[in-house]
Every structure is written in C-alpha cells, then in structure tokens.
T-cell receptor, first 113, second 114 residues
Framework: DQQVKQNSPSLSVQEGRISILNCDYT??????FLWYKKYPAEGPTFLIS?????DKNEDGRFTVFLNKSAKHLSLHIVPSQPGDSAVYFC????????????FGTGTSLTVIP | GAGVSQSPRYKVAKRGQDVALRCDPI?????LFWYQQALGQGPEFLTY????????KSGLPSDRFFAERPEGSVSTLKIQRTQQEDSAVYLC????????????FGPGTRLLVL
C-alpha cells in the first residue's frame, strides 16, 4: 500500500524554465514532508522540507507547496539548471508511525540545456 | 565532518550466503535508519535505532534480516541465507535526534544475489 505517490516517473524541462514535481499522499496523519534529490550511485540528498502547519516553504530556487485538503505537495524549481537533473523523491512522516519516512517512487527530472 | 558512510559499496553474494552491511553514521547523530530500495522504487523502511536501542524493526521483511548498533554508533545489517529477492540497494540514514529530524543518507550498498 503506497502511502506516498509520485505519478510522473519522468519529466523533461528546458533550462531556465520552471520544473514542477508533484506528490500525493493518502495518510492524513502525515505532518512533515521532505524532498530528496538523488544522483546515480549516490544516496538521496536532502533538499527541502515543510511542516503541515505551513503551506509554503522557499529556499533559493526551490519552493515546496503543501495543500493539505488535497493531500498534495509540489516542488517548484525556478529557474531549472542542467545540474538539477536527478531523481527526486518525496517523503513524509507522521507522529503515529514512529520515525520512519515513507517515500514515493521518484520522478526523474531532465533539464535540457 | 564526514557524512554517512557505508561499506561495502557493492556486494555480490551467492544465494544462501550470509552478508553483513556496515553503516557509519554522522558523528553525534542519535538516530539511525536502514532502508531497502528496489530497482525503480523509493526507499522502504527496514528498522530504526535510537542510540543502541532498536526501537522499530517493523520493516524487516523476514527473520533472515537482523540489525544491530551495539555501541550506539556504527550499525550492521546482516542478511542470512540470502535470496534473489534480497537484491536491492540498502541505504543507511542518520539524524541528529528523534522525531521528524531530517535524515541524512549514505551512498548505499548495492547487493546482488545470484
């Protein structure tokens, strides 16, 4: 039972344009959400997070939006750069599920120069 | 100041062989996690330690999987009598404290069981 879903396995974007990566979840108890970026043969690298008490968190070119009523979050990258090409994982955790993170299946982003 | 390290980076095992995967967390990090990532999937939780105490092992797929962190620092994930379905990348992560602290991942150990 996949509690965190990333329905787009891949995304291609032109350099300089906006990249939007989407994530949906089913567990209404999730209260903390993160995005991780993963290059081949490396472990996931933390990118940005958001608590459920917020609906937006921004860090440089990266902004995460949370829509709790829709159980949806998105990651916006503006402007996209070729170095952003990687697999992006959405993750979530809940206070009643211990300390584990639930991950989506990832979206492979390609930024075309 | 080093990040999470894991060894070996790659391991090829014959079916039925026992393997041991090592994780060195970030110094001072209290919490340590093991995840299994199958090809094309996201990481899936295996087990969690707070210091030396294994507080959650609900994700371990069978009793062939065993993890320990005897001194609250380095951890070892052991898989006995490996099966082909155990082939995956095994990721270790650590965080400064309990709760929803950000987890920092190692590069993973890619296990291939033939």
């Amino acid at each position: 039972d996949q509690q965190v879903k990333q329905n787009s396995p891949s995304l291609s974007v032109q350099e300089g344009r906006i990249s939007i990566l989407n994530c949906d979840y089913t567990n209404s108890m999730f209260d903390y959400f993160l995005w991780y970026k993963k290059y081949p043969a490396e472990g996931p690298t933390f990118l940005i997070s958001i608590s459920s008490i917020k609906d937006k968190n921004e860090d440089g070119r990266f902004t995460v939006f949370l829509n709790k009523s829709a159980k949806h979050l998105s990651l916006h990258i503006v402007p996209s750069q070729p170095g952003d090409s990687a697999v992006y994982f959405c993750a979530a955790s809940a206070p009643n599920t211990g300390n584990q993170f639930y991950f989506g299946t990832g979206t492979s982003l390609t930024v075309i120069p | 100041g080093a990040g999470v390290s894991q060894s070996p980076r790659y391991k090829v095992a014959k079916r039925g062989q026992d393997v041991a995967l090592r994780c060195d967390p970030i110094s001072g990090h209290v919490s340590l996690f093991w995840y299994q990532q199958a090809l094309g999937q996201g990481p899936e939780f295996l087990t969690y330690f707070q210091n030396e105490a294994q507080l959650d092992k609900s994700g371990l797929p069978s009793d062939r999987f065993f993890a320990e962190r005897p001194e609250g620092s380095v951890s070892t994930l052991k898989i006995q009598r490996t099966q082909q379905e155990d082939s995956a990348v095994y990721l270790c992560a650590s965080s400064l404290d309990r709760g929803t602290e950000t987890q920092y991942f190692g590069p993973g150990t890619r296990l291939l069981v033939l």
